[in-house]
């Protein structure tokens, strides 16, 4: 079965960093392409990131590029989103998601996501 | 960055009713588009990808159409499940981005 678990979620202080990872099992992970969505308290779905199966090419937002890095562990199954400079804004549930295997963005497999909260 | 904008934002609606929401792109995205469902507190779910083909296990009363800028999502008979917040997403060019959404109520 696929599962992807993210954690590393919590309260951090605005200009503070995070990194979160998704944990993944079920599929060779390094077969597919990785992605991060956020989702703000009570609000809509956000495209943040992706990441190809080796880890040699990424995407970002622009309201996170520069700011945030994703990159993944293949050997350990692991995504990963460090997060600098954090902002109130980037406050949301920071969703770990893997697409159907055609490298299109098409998001099949989803982690239950993880809090983060940006506040003094 | 491609802007997608759906509508309705809300839809009231009864079990049995037929619905549509619609979801248009600020330029074209060819068929490079997916539908999603999500409920409160949980992860979206894939409903439909490339405009208009269903994943795996996803009822067939659902159904998308569409090309270029303007997409549908269509709910033949509405089920007690369906009701739900669903979202569009292109991915035809980075940065990918969502409507939205549209929160499908119960009249």
């Known amino acids: 079965e696929v599962q992807v678990v993210e954690s590393g979620g919590g309260l951090v202080q605005p200009g503070g960093s995070l990194r979160l990872s998704c944990a993944a099992s079920g599929f060779t992970f390094s077969n597919y392409w990785m992605y991060w969505v956020r989702q703000a308290p009570g609000k809509g779905l956000v495209w943040v990131s992706r990441?190809?199966?080796?880890?040699?090419?990424?995407k970002y937002a622009d309201s996170v590029k520069g700011r945030f890095t994703i990159s993944r562990d293949n050997a350990k199954n692991t995504l990963y989103l460090q997060m600098n400079s954090l902002r109130a804004e980037d406050t949301a549930v920071y969703f770990c998601?893997?697409?159907?295997?055609?490298?299109?963005?098409?998001?099949?497999?989803w982690g239950q996501g993880t809090l983060v909260t940006v506040s003094s | 960055d491609i802007q997608m904008t759906q509508s309705p934002s809300t839809l009231s609606a009864s079990v049995g009713d037929r619905v549509t929401i619609t979801c248009r792109a600020s330029?074209?995205?060819?068929?490079?588009l997916a539908w999603y469902q999500q409920k409160p507190g949980k992860a979206p779910k894939l409903l439909i990808y490339?405009?208009?083909t269903l994943e795996s296990r996803v009822p067939s009363s659902l159904s998308g159409s569409g090309s270029g800028t303007e997409f549908t999502l269509t709910i033949s008979s509405l089920q007690p499940d369906d009701f739900a917040t669903y979202y569009c997403?292109?991915?035809?060019?980075?940065?990918?981005?969502f409507g939205q959404g549209t929160k499908l109520e119960i009249k």
């Open positions: 998601a893997r697409d159907r295997g055609s490298a299109l963005g098409e998001l099949l497999h």
């Open positions: 997403q292109q991915y035809n060019s980075y940065p990918y981005t």
């Open positions: 490339k405009a208009s």
């Open positions: 990441i190809n199966g080796d880890g040699s090419s990424t």
């Open positions: 330029q074209s995205i060819s068929t490079w």
